[in-house]
């Protein structure tokens, strides 16, 4: 039995990789085109693993994924592969159209064709997970009720939108041509493996560096934020159980503004990494907000409890923890990251603020 997994070299789909080999001996075939954050060096601990099979290409190389899909016959498709970050999204939009929504819509299509050559439990047993964000629902009020499966879609960002739109093709490739799809959409991820221009590995990162640590706005924005082990465990369970054409919301139950989080992270370098020029949170500077900046994500995970039994096993506090302590102990993975393209993108992004 094996899996297909797209973009497994990733942040969080590295880490679905490594937990998914960590409790079966099925097969993972991988594949990733290798862009800025995607890393073998999260994969390295299965160099030598008959069990993992990397791929490098691209998800919009539909020979590619056709001779993927009929070689390994996989019992499921489970799609990672996006780009995910706002900002880049704002700055160059294209990027996200050609993976998010072409690529979605060439790996559907492939799948739609491998599934439809299937015969019987084999058939019946295949899977396309879709998995996205909470993003696409937009932004809500202080007050509002968290986000359930069936809020309207409201996507702000450029990377937003073209997530939506991965949703809607995976829900029309169900309902127009049966093809049996599974799609989850999760809160900000956190944990090990995090290229760090997202907010808490950047925090982690500058303050061991004595940087600034750049807040958008009055840093009052609200995310419901989930530990990534989490997210891989609630992967498993919907993969497992889900029903075929559901959405299912995964959600850590931990709401938190954006200044918090960063004061948390500050507080936890005070204690495990102290600084002799003083506390961490000195470093905190505030920065002109980003174009159309969604003020809160919250999720409602009842369903996924209520039909899977899945609940995080992680709070807030515990996850975190582990996560400063995760980049204390790799200095060298964050090192070899830090290429001259992502020095780059900090520039351009930040530069100007």
Not at 5 to 23: E, H, K, M, P, R
């Amino acid at each position: 039995m094996t899996l297909l997994v797209t973009g497994g070299a990733g942040f969080i789909g590295s880490n679905f990789v490594l937990d998914w080999l960590g409790q079966s001996d099925e097969r993972v075939v991988n594949l990733d085109a290798l862009t800025y954050a995607g890393n073998l060096q999260n994969l390295a601990s299965l160099q030598g693993d008959a069990r993992h099979v990397f791929v490098h290409g691209d998800i919009t190389d539909r020979a590619l994924i056709d001779r993927l899909l009929a070689e390994h016959r996989p019992r499921a498709l489970v799609h990672f592969a996006a780009e995910s970050h706002v900002d880049r999204s704002i700055h160059g939009p294209g990027a996200f159209m050609k993976t998010n929504v072409e690529g979605t819509f060439t790996l559907l299509e492939a799948a739609r064709a491998h599934w439809n050559a299937l015969q019987g439990d084999e058939q019946s047993a295949f899977r396309f997970h879709h998995v996205s964000t909470d993003e696409v629902y937009g932004s809500l009020a202080p007050d509002a009720p968290a986000f359930t499966e069936t809020h309207p879609y409201e996507p702000n960002s450029p990377y937003s939108a073209s997530k939506a739109a991965s949703d809607h093709l995976v829900r029309a490739w169900h309902h127009t041509y049966g093809l049996p799809v599974l799609t989850t959409n999760c809160s900000n991820n956190y944990g090990p493996y995090h290229f760090p221009e997202k907010l808490i590995p950047l925090m982690i990162v500058n303050a061991l560096a004595g940087k600034p640590l750049p807040v958008y706005g009055d840093g009052r924005q609200i995310r419901d934020w989930l530990y990534v082990g989490d997210h891989c465990s609630a992967i498993r369970a919907v993969l497992a159980g889900g029903r075929v054409g559901e959405v299912y919301n995964i959600g850590g139950w931990n709401e938190q503004a954006n200044i918090d989080i960063v004061n948390i992270v500050c507080g936890l370098l005070d204690e495990l990494r102290p600084d002799p020029a003083g506390p961490y949170a000195r470093l905190i500077t505030y920065v002109k907000d980003r174009p159309g900046h969604d003020r809160r994500y919250a999720i409602d995970a009842r369903k996924i409890e209520r039909e899977l039994g899945w609940r995080p096993a992680e709070t807030f506090a515990t996850g975190i923890r582990k996560t400063v302590q995760w980049y204390l102990a790799h200095a060298d993975w964050v090192a070899n990251v830090q290429s001259g393209s992502y020095r780059d993108w900090l520039s351009q992004n930040y530069a100007a603020r």
